[in-house]
């Protein structure tokens, strides 16, 4: 069975055929997703998902980066009032991204600070984006020296060194996705080194779509995609991939 830890079941990519993408996803063998919360905008259309699939979709709640701008208090403070209201699974996605906009990177770092803080403080996991600003990425985690939080990099298409620097600085997971599939992929060379114990499958749908349907729009389903591309990597059966990390995803989000 597999477990897609990063999935944006809630979004309107998916509406006019929604059983039939879940019924892909089930026979695909995934047995639960994880769904991070982006901002205020899409919040509703993520609780009636959650609230619809009660075992199978496990919503969490954040601000992304790239929604961090003029309304970045409002925003902000509607995570803060919201974080009491039900069981949440993670605080996330949250983290920088210079890729987009470096308009409000200050406010990104500061924004990033705090949900982390609050995440550690109701014992939930982070799930960090981050895209092209991996330097002020490691002044966060100096800065928050003392906070003690776990999550995942969510996306992960970094080396294997910066992995390594990560995971001797916190206890982070690394979400691997669609990225894996693409030629000449950085991180299909870091997975032959990576542990099978560090790694999460995650799929990012509608977005970054594996081999052979890049270009297309991603479905949960398509995270056995994943699975088998790190099998095929790792040279190990799929269901060793499969086992380890959806006790991986069980284990970090508390499913
Ligand atoms: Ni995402």
Same mark, same amino acid.
């Given at each position: 069975m597999l477990i897609d830890t990063h999935c944006h079941l809630y979004d309107e990519a998916f509406q006019p055929d929604f059983e039939a993408v879940l019924a892909r996803a089930r026979e695909a063998g995934m047995e639960a997703c994880v769904m991070p919360g982006i901002d205020r905008s899409s919040h509703d259309a993520l609780l009636a998902v959650a609230d619809a699939l009660p075992d199978f979709a496990f919503p969490c709640i954040g601000l992304h980066p790239t929604s961090v701008g003029e309304t970045w208090q409002e925003e902000l403070d509607f995570v803060k009032a919201h974080l009491g209201d039900r069981r949440w699974y993670?605080?996330?996605?949250?983290g920088l991204d210079e890729y987009w906009s470096k308009d409000f990177v200050k406010e990104q770092i500061r924004v990033l600070e705090e949900q982390v803080v609050l995440a550690a403080e109701a014992d939930l996991p982070v799930i960090i984006h981050l895209r092209e600003a991996t330097d002020d990425f490691f002044r966060v985690l100096a800065d928050l020296r003392g906070v003690s939080f776990r999550g995942v990099m969510h996306a992960w298409s970094g080396s294997y060194e910066t992995c390594r620097r990560l995971l001797a600085l916190g206890d982070f997971r690394f979400g691997i996705g669609g @990225? @894996?599939?693409?030629?000449?992929?950085?991180v299909a060379k870091a997975m032959e080194k990576m542990?099978?114990?560090?790694i999460l499958l995650e799929t990012d749908c509608p977005w970054?779509? +594996? @081999? +052979?349907?890049?270009?297309k729009r991603n479905e949960p389903s398509y995270v056995r995609l994943v699975a088998e591309k790190i099998a095929q990597i790792k040279q190990i059966p799929l269901e060793e991939v499969a086992t380890a990390t959806t006790s991986n995803a069980r284990a970090l989000f508390k499913l």
């Amino acid at each position: 069975m597999l477990i897609d830890t990063h999935c944006h079941l809630y979004d309107e990519a998916f509406q006019p055929d929604f059983e039939a993408v879940l019924a892909r996803a089930r026979e695909a063998g995934m047995e639960a997703c994880v769904m991070p919360g982006i901002d205020r905008s899409s919040h509703d259309a993520l609780l009636a998902v959650a609230d619809a699939l009660p075992d199978f979709a496990f919503p969490c709640i954040g601000l992304h980066p790239t929604s961090v701008g003029e309304t970045w208090q409002e925003e902000l403070d509607f995570v803060k009032a919201h974080l009491g209201d039900r069981r949440w699974y993670a605080v996330g996605e949250i983290g920088l991204d210079e890729y987009w906009s470096k308009d409000f990177v200050k406010e990104q770092i500061r924004v990033l600070e705090e949900q982390v803080v609050l995440a550690a403080e109701a014992d939930l996991p982070v799930i960090i984006h981050l895209r092209e600003a991996t330097d002020d990425f490691f002044r966060v985690l100096a800065d928050l020296r003392g906070v003690s939080f776990r999550g995942v990099m969510h996306a992960w298409s970094g080396s294997y060194e910066t992995c390594r620097r990560l995971l001797a600085l916190g206890d982070f997971r690394f979400g691997i996705g669609g @990225v @894996v599939t693409y030629k000449n992929a950085g991180v299909a060379k870091a997975m032959e080194k990576m542990s099978l114990q560090d790694i999460l499958l995650e799929t990012d749908c509608p977005w970054l779509t +594996p @081999v +052979p349907f890049r270009g297309k729009r991603n479905e949960p389903s398509y995270v056995r995609l994943v699975a088998e591309k790190i099998a095929q990597i790792k040279q190990i059966p799929l269901e060793e991939v499969a086992t380890a990390t959806t006790s991986n995803a069980r284990a970090l989000f508390k499913l």
